[in-house]
């Protein structure tokens, strides 16, 4: 592949940011956070140095996420964190500027996608093209979405969770709910807070989560040792947490998922529900991979839910396959120069 045509995928999330290079697959998968000192506004850490100092920084150092919702909260942030990716993924000399493609949330407002374009070329990328996230994530999962059969993909990340049925290359019906795993990590930390009268931080939830959580009750019952910070005397104290309190921790936000996919098929054309009861819904995505989520969405819906190999990765290695063949994707690319 000659120098000048490099070329880079980029699945920008709320938690995670992964990088795509062709030939090369995900180079990068790291935190999307940003360590900033407060004094003269410096930019310290990128990635998973920045998220090490969550929770654990003094005063005048704070780790960010630019990202809310998996929207741009922060501009000036992202276009920094951007150009880390970048220059990290090519290596340090750079003699021509890249062409970038970026995943974004279906749902993202054309102002917040201009916001995504700018900040990218901003960053040093010679065109940016952007793809809507539930679009990768099916390119990524091998299914075929040039065809005229409906899919189903369930793409469920850090901040959003993005549903859709695809046909001949676009969306035909789709919603984006702002439902994915830092709500989870917040509804477990709320629930341990209420039922135990403990305290723990953003990372201690999420491991808790990936430890033992679930999305539907279990017979055998996970147990976790679980250490915060007592409520009431302020001091440290271990408690043992279940996997039942997860699944109850979860319930709230579980049914909004399930609500947003029913409205999905709801306004999906009945040729192609029939397609979609045939083969079934993917799911992708880092929060599809909570125990159960594909049972919990085949009961309530009907439908059965698979999840894709390398659910976490889809999203990235699709702009990666998406910017290899634009020619064949032009339909499902916003393209931006």
């Not at 500027?97 to 407002?109: F, H, S």
């Not at 019952?221 to 996997?243: A, C, F, N, Q, Y």
């Not at 159960?292 to 085949?298: A, E, G, V």
């Amino acid at each position: 592949m000659p120098l000048w045509s490099k070329k880079i995928g980029i699945d920008l999330g709320t938690t995670y940011t992964l990088v795509h290079l062709p030939k090369r697959g995900i180079v990068i998968n790291e935190p999307s956070v940003v360590a900033i000192s407060l004094i003269d506004k410096k930019i310290l850490a990128v990635g998973n140095e920045a998220k090490e100092m969550i929770g654990r920084t003094p005063e005048s150092i704070v780790a960010v996420r630019p990202l809310k919702d998996g929207v741009i909260a922060d501009y000036r942030t992202t276009e920094a964190m951007l150009r880390y990716f970048i220059g990290k993924a090519l290596g340090g000399v750079r003699l021509f500027r890249p062409e970038v493609m970026v995943a974004v949330p279906a749902g993202i407002t054309s102002t917040e996608r201009r916001a995504v374009i700018d900040a990218t070329l901003a960053a040093g990328a010679k065109a940016a093209y952007i793809i809507k996230e539930p679009i990768a994530a099916a390119i990524g999962a091998n299914i075929p979405i040039g065809s005229a059969t409906g899919h189903m993909v369930v793409d469920m990340g850090g901040g959003t969770s993005e549903i859709a049925v695809i046909s001949l290359g676009g969306i035909v019906s789709s919603t984006s709910v702002r439902i994915g795993g830092n709500r989870f990590d917040a509804d477990i930390a709320e629930h341990i807070k209420k039922k135990y009268n403990l305290a723990v931080g953003e990372r201690t939830s999420e491991d808790i989560k990936i430890q033992i959580g679930s999305a539907m009750y279990m017979k055998e019952k996970l147990k976790m040792e679980v250490r915060g910070r007592d409520m009431i005397t302020g001091l440290p104290r271990t408690v043992t947490v279940t996997s039942d309190d997860i699944t109850e921790a979860l319930q709230h936000n579980l049914e909004g998922v399930i609500a947003a996919v029913k409205s999905v098929l709801f306004n999906t054309p009945p040729e192609l529900s029939a397609d979609v009861i045939d083969k079934g819904m993917v799911l992708s995505g880092g929060t599809s991979l909570l125990r159960n989520m594909d049972k919990l969405l085949s009961q309530a819906i009907g439908v059965e839910a698979y999840v894709a190999d390398e659910a976490l990765l889809c999203v990235a290695k699709g702009t990666g396959v998406a910017l290899d063949n634009l020619e064949a994707y032009k339909r499902s690319i916003l393209a931006s120069r």
